[in-house]
């Protein structure tokens, strides 16, 4: 039964189309079709030149963003370099002072414990000087990348020079003590 339905639907179906709908012939052109295409490409156009200066105007304040993170990088090595060198001036000022002061320090090593300590500090304030250079001219025509990457290899140089002063400053206190506890051990009294 649906077949015999179906098929009288189809039948009369292709007896009552048009018999354009069944033809083909020349097309047919709108000119109102013309007129909102070229409307269309003109809003496109308009649209990609506004989109253009979006991504300068991005790229514009990405390189502002980059140049402000350099100069804040600059400033947190120039910071911990300043902090690095007040530690060793510290350490050079108090620990060495007390090394050099004790009376198990012989007069041939403070010469030497001075040399050693001094040469640590000259390098410290020559970095220092050469940071100033960096920073106070245009050094070599340096980007501010370039300067912030010179600025973090000082400032992990001057980490390793508080690390070895430090180490120096252990080393010469245990040689104190050991020295001080063998001149005990040596010169007490017996009660035998």
Request: charged residues 30%.
């Amino acid at each position: 039964m649906r077949k015999f339905i179906f098929t009288c639907f189809l039948a009369l179906g292709t007896f009552l189309l048009p018999t354009h709908a069944t033809c083909q012939g020349l097309p047919v052109y709108d000119n109102t079709n013309f007129i909102t295409l070229g409307k269309q490409i003109l809003e496109a156009a308009k649209q990609t030149q506004n989109l253009i200066k979006t991504v300068e105007f991005m790229r514009e304040q990405k390189e502002r963003i980059e140049k402000v993170s350099n100069v804040v990088k600059q400033l947190k090595a120039v910071r911990e370099l300043a902090r690095n060198n007040q530690r060793l001036f510290d350490v050079v000022r108090g620990d060495v002072r007390h090394i050099l002061n004790s009376p198990y320090i012989t007069p041939d090593e403070v010469t030497r414990v001075s040399q050693s300590f001094e040469n640590i500090i000259e390098n410290s304030l020559d970095d220092l000087d050469f940071v100033q250079q960096i920073l106070s001219s245009d050094y070599l025509k340096m980007s501010d990348a370039e300067r912030a990457k010179v600025l973090k290899e000082r400032e992990q140089k001057s980490k390793e020079m508080v690390a070895e002063i430090e180490q120096k400053t252990r080393r010469y206190s245990d040689i104190i003590s050991f020295r001080e506890l063998q001149d005990r051990i040596n010169n007490r009294e017996t009660d035998y």
